[in-house]
């Protein structure tokens, strides 16, 4: 996953035809699930939280 704000915005926007500025938390996971994206807008800018999971062998 290599989206950034900006194109976190865009998949909002054009790809769930919804309104990012509403809001609403977004969550975004990877393709392996082993990352997770909050994409969220707070009044004042986006937040953008990464999370990575990490398997220990």
Known sequence: ?????????????????????????????????NQIRLLQWDGDGYSLYNKWKFRRK
């Open 1 to 33: 996953m290599r989206c950034g704000i900006y194109s976190s915005n865009g998949l909002v926007q054009n790809g769930l035809h919804l309104d990012p500025l509403s809001g609403d938390i977004f969550v975004f996971i990877g393709k392996r699930s």
